[in-house]
């Protein structure tokens, strides 16, 4: 079956301009996640969903990064005022909901501030 | 709080060796430990993981792991390496909420 896709692939903008970055979970999954991976690091987790509410947004860096997932299934990771440093791959991952069920992660989207 | 450390930042090997990857977490809740591989231009994938019971875990691609619980380790085995292991590894915790929680990765890269 089809996995976690994300689009677009690559995203380009300039500082100070807004984008938004796509998550399409697998079928059925009810959890959802996004991280972000910089340049030779670890992803870092940003934010989860359970169904349509955000059960954890710890990660979150700060108000300028916004996550919505109005039906429960696809997700948009939203950056207003974007900043160089918020240049990294942006990562999805679903999960069957259950804490220990696997995590299965999307091919990202690399952000790039100009 | 919760946190992982990945010992090694490359690891070269040529190809047919064994080779261990390293990792040691911080917990102090119940552990559950993975290990995902990052093929170029891919995204992760679970090679392996320990919920509970037998410490050594077996994984996809001839991967094993052995959970340590008084050396707070999750090392990653493979007895014999192929060119097509070279890739990042990342060894993770789970914390209670269920987010994921990375080392910095290792780059495996094996040599002919």
């Known amino acids: 079956g089809a996995g976690v896709s994300q689009t677009p692939s690559n995203k380009v903008t300039e500082k100070g301009k807004y984008v938004e970055l796509r998550c399409d979970p697998i079928?059925?999954?009810?959890?959802l996640y996004w991280y972000r991976q910089s340049l030779g690091q670890g992803p870092e987790f940003l934010i989860y969903f359970q169904g349509t509410g955000a059960a954890d947004d710890s990660g979150l860096p700060n108000d300028r990064f916004f996550a919505v997932r109005p039906e429960g299934s696809v997700s948009t990771l939203k950056i207003q005022r974007t900043e160089r440093g918020d240049s990294a791959v942006y990562l999805c991952?679903?999960?069957?909901?259950?804490?220990?069920?696997?995590?299965?992660f999307g091919p990202g989207t690399r952000l790039t501030v100009l | 709080a919760q946190s992982v450390t990945q010992l090694d930042s490359q690891v070269p090997v040529f190809e047919e060796a064994p080779v261990e990857l390293r990792c040691n977490y911080s917990?102090?809740?119940?552990?559950?430990l993975f290990w995902y591989v990052q093929y170029p231009n891919q995204g992760l994938q679970l090679l392996l993981k320990y919920l509970s019971g037998s410490t050594l875990v077996k994984g996809i691609n001839g991967f094993e792991a052995e959970f340590n619980k008084s050396q707070t380790s999750f090392h990653l085995r493979k007895p014999s390496v192929h060119i097509s292991d070279t890739a990042e590894y990342f060894c993770?915790?789970?914390?209670?909420?269920?987010?994921?929680?990375f080392g910095q990765g290792t780059t495996l890269q094996v040599k002919p």
């Open positions: 993770a915790v789970r914390s209670n909420t269920g987010k994921l929680i």
């Open positions: 991952a679903s999960s069957e909901g259950l804490l220990y069920n696997e995590q299965f």
């Open positions: 079928s059925g999954h009810t959890a």
């Open positions: 917990s102090s809740v119940s552990v559950y």
